[in-house]
């Protein structure tokens, strides 16, 4: 059978089961959208690259499927950089195709024409430059097998104009197979028995989990170890929703602007039992005050996570489900005895913790954004998925809105990019149409890519953006007033746009409260539209996130109220 | 403590793969002291010889981000082990006539070839471990030394692996 490369692309993507591709046409790849709308394959236009990773990602944590997206040459590949590094650092299974100049222009500086496999080398998971038409479906495979299996992450397949245009004799492929590329599911079995030994000696443990029980979809697995064992558990903010947050075990989120009770907790612990972490910066603060008399345990498919940033007692190379489910089995056979007695004293000093310093705000005249979000979850009833963008929203959102379920909480949490809020939103409502979807936002962030409001409209999606103005960059802010003397230098976001206004220029609806008491009707009158809607809460200017662990001081070292 | 460790690498004979690894060192700030590559017997396959220095935390890091990238095959940590290692280095020597007798008897002591003479220089192929090189070069050093090309370290193990 005769066929170009665009056709095969088109092939082999249904063969992966790709129903959706984010993306931005552009010379080099008319080729393959001309192919593309001969199927059934829907493409989301986004307003700029990064828009479309970003889309993508969203689509995949929501989804819980590979993302793709699709961009042009030159600066269209160079836009979706951000996207990429941030699909990165959060290893979310995202396939990029860029379009290329034809491979006898490559390195002649051609129109359009970026190193695109050079520059995106640091922040893929793989990446690769297809010569020839003859590699393109084994390629495509590769990356998709890449992608999703092991520690997932973005592959970006660079596509030469030419190799989708010449046409050749195509054998349909079977399954791949890289010779240098085989992870670890399977843990060792001798380690889960240390581990079994360690659980039930241990007076003060802890668990600690993070994204990689979320990727792995291993939130039933770690419910169940939580509490046969009675372990008190926290998460990073990769990991929120890993864990029912509801649970009277969950300790709230650990980390720069974690609860007091968990960054407490990680000082005191004798055993920190962590489970698809990379012990980030933002969790330790200063490494050597971290966990300083535990033993600590370490479970992550990675295995450059593990002893990369902290020293391990035992450090278990597998997946987190599987790693799990196993050690869950182990420990049924197991006496474990009266562990709410043995434990009680532990969860005593927790409790101790908690109702001395809790988290909170004080609600006066003018709306506190916490108070937004909280209403926000009260009114969901923690069901809606939260985007949110970065700064001081993302920290409000993950401390004030509750989740029991993964895949409900989807952030840029290793790359910090703002802008990431909105297009992630329209990825996870593409992915989950019957699902209430709420970008949770700053004024400043919500403006990095507001344009994707013009895709909100074209694909009609019913997305609702909460904006937490405050007319300033926030969390710099936050560190300037703290740590600058308050010196707000370039933090004022003055000029901006009625976001009212700017909703219905886009045809969205565009609703602002600016008392406590209009909050909970507006938000009513907002989430339950059937329309896309903008909030804009004019809330407390110069309001700080806490707990805050200044960057390099020990976990229990917080700044509190 | 840092310490020096010979990484014998096993990678897919592809273009970009010299760039991913030195891309890995110099992101995460690892030091590479040298490095050789070249094809094996499997034309698929290239061998890479990488010298590096490090703390051993530091090491077991670089080994396992490069086992981590596609393209790389496997990974032996030479050190501690028992291997053989090679370094080959050209040097050309000024060579004045009333040195050019006690040249000739160094390369003669070192074993070491002759392979290009003209009317002022000698070029000499030496080959032999670091020990060896620095020897040699030492030696020649008050004689004068115009210029030197060195390969880099290659090492094999010597159990039949």
Known sequence: MKLTGAQIMMKVLKEEGVEIIFGYPGGVVIDIYDEMERTDIRHVLVRQEACAVHAADGYARAGNRVGVCLVTSGPGATNTVTGIASAYMDSIPVVIFTGQVPTHLIGNDAFQEVDTVGITRPITKHNYLVKRTEDLAKIIKEAFYLASSGRPGPVLVDIPKDVSVNQIDYKPLEKVKLKSYSPTYSPNVKQLHQVVKMIKKAKKPIIFAGGGVILSRAANELTELARKTQIPLTTSLMGLGGFPGSDPLWLGMVGMHGTYRSNMSIGECDLLFGIGVRFDDRVTGRIDAFAPNAKIIHIDIDPTSIRKNIPVTVPIVGDCKVTLAHLNKLLDKEDLGDLKKTRKQWFDQIEHWQSTKPLAYEQKDVIKPQFVVEKLYELTKGDAIITTEVGQNQMWAAQYYHYDRPNHFITSGGLGCMGFGLPAAIGAQLACPDKLVVDIAGDGSIQMNIQEMATVAQCNLPIKVVILNNGYLGMVRQWQQLFFDKRYASTCMEHAPDFVKLAEAYGAVGLRATKPEEVEPLLKEGLFSKKAVIMDFVVEKEECVYPMIPAGAAATEMLLV | ?161
């Open chain 2, 1 to 161: 403590m840092e310490e020096k460790h010979i990484l014998s690498i096993l990678v897919d004979n592809e273009p970009g793969v010299l760039s991913r690894i030195s891309g890995l060192f110099s992101g995460r700030g690892f030091n590479i002291e040298s490095l050789c590559v070249a094809e094996t017997m499997d034309p698929l396959i290239s061998r890479l010889t990488l010298v590096t220095t490090g703390e051993p935390p530091i090491i077991e890091q670089i080994e396992k981000q490069l086992n981590k990238l596609i393209n790389v095959i496997k990974v032996h940590d030479l050190t501690g082990k028992e291997y053989v290692q090679r370094e080959m280095a050209l040097i050309k020597v000024v060579a004045k006539p009333e040195h050019r007798a006690e040249i000739l008897r160094t390369v003669d002591i070192f074993r070491c070839k002759i392979v290009d003479v003209g009317p002022d220089h000698y070029t000499i192929e030496v080959t032999g471990d670091e020990g060896k090189l620095s020897a040699l070069l030492n030696l020649l050093k008050p004689i004068g030394i115009k210029e030197i090309a060195r390969t880099g370290m290659i090492a094999l193990f010597r159990d039949p692996k």
